[in-house]
């Protein structure tokens, strides 16, 4: 059997005593409102023109219809995007279904345009490439200028596994709340972007060198495991910390998990106090590899 844990010190913040258990309590509270649709009226050359507010759109009323009055222009109003984030594994396509509202407008073309070609390349229709390990952004923009929407896209050379992903996030919460920790986010695409490539580079590296270990916090190349942060574009505000890499064959979730608690100081990581939790997935030449990395925003 084969295991492998790194630990990452640079940008490591750590008690001074750790605990096998991670003690205290919190507690949370969260509120939310409502809103209904409303009605909104404003005055243009002595016509007054009504507004209803659905969500985030507001909608004329009265838009005249295009087909008794072809020369009335009709602008867009409302340009909403399925999603805000995509990740892509380089060489694959993915794109995100838009809204543009009213129905009937003169124009409805969107311009889209990549902010770095050689991370993301998009297409007039929409359809977004990974081209090179990055992050980055694609934007959708009406051709009036007037509303400009922006995606932020992630690029690594792994796939990964969502529902592996899950499964160790899953596991990391339920031991935080056992311990009386409030659950972490996994919701932060420049985190799971690099703890995606990470574990790639460990993963790739150890089978090609033909299963030998390489020294700590370096990549493959030489440069040093920072290096990372930039490309994926990760600020914290206080802390970033790493519970390392854990590998063997088909290593599950669980016993990955396992591993990766076996010690106090493990422990005292998974119940700090951060905003977010990314974990990286890797599968190659039956080998699972694992990453799980923690940061406050």
């Not at 070609?117 to 952004?137: C, F, M, P, Q, R």
């Not at 920790?181 to 690099?194: C, F, H, Q, R, W």
């Not at 970033?240 to 493990?266: C, R």
Request: with cysteine; hydrophobic share 35%; glycine share 8%.
């Amino acid at each position: 059997m084969i295991k492998k844990i790194l630990a990452i010190t640079a940008v490591v913040t750590v008690a001074t005593t750790m605990l096998a258990s991670c003690g205290g309590n919190s507690t949370s509270t969260s509120s939310g409102t409502s809103s209904t649709a409303s009605i909104t009226t404003s005055t243009v050359d002595n016509t007054k023109i009504e507004y209803e507010k659905i969500g985030e759109a507001s909608v004329r009323k009265d838009e005249p219809d295009l087909g008794s009055d072809p020369s009335a222009a009709v602008r867009v109003i409302s340009f909403t995007l399925s999603k805000t984030e995509l990740s892509l594994h380089i060489g694959k396509k993915g794109s995100v279904e838009y809204t543009i509202m009213p129905e009937k407008v003169t124009d409805p073309s969107i311009y889209w345009q990549s902010a770095n070609e050689s991370i993301a390349k998009v297409d007039k229709d929409g359809n977004i490439l990974g081209v090179g390990v990055g992050i980055t952004t694609v934007s959708g923009e009406t051709t009036d200028g007037r509303i400009k929407k922006t995606i932020t896209v992630a690029v690594s050379e792994n796939e990964g596994n969502s529902e592996k992903v899950a499964e160790m996030v899953k596991l990391i919460n339920d031991y935080r709340v056992a311990e009386g920790k409030t659950e972490l986010s996994a919701d932060n695409i420049k985190l799971n972007g690099m703890a995606n490539h990470r574990i790639y580079e460990e993963g790739v590296e150890f089978v090609t060198s033909k299963y030998k270990s390489r020294p700590d916090a370096t990549r493959p190349d030489g440069s040093a495991h920072e290096t990372v942060y930039k490309q994926f574009d990760l600020s914290w505000a206080r802390q970033l910390d790493s519970l390392g890499y854990v590998y063997d064959k088909k290593l599950t979730a669980e016993n990955a998990f396992k591993t990766m608690t076996s010690s106090d100081s493990a422990k005292a990581v998974i119940c700090g106090n951060y905003d977010y939790v990314g974990v990286g997935y890797y599968e190659r030449d039956g080998y699972t590899f694992w990453t799980v990395w923690f940061v406050v925003i």
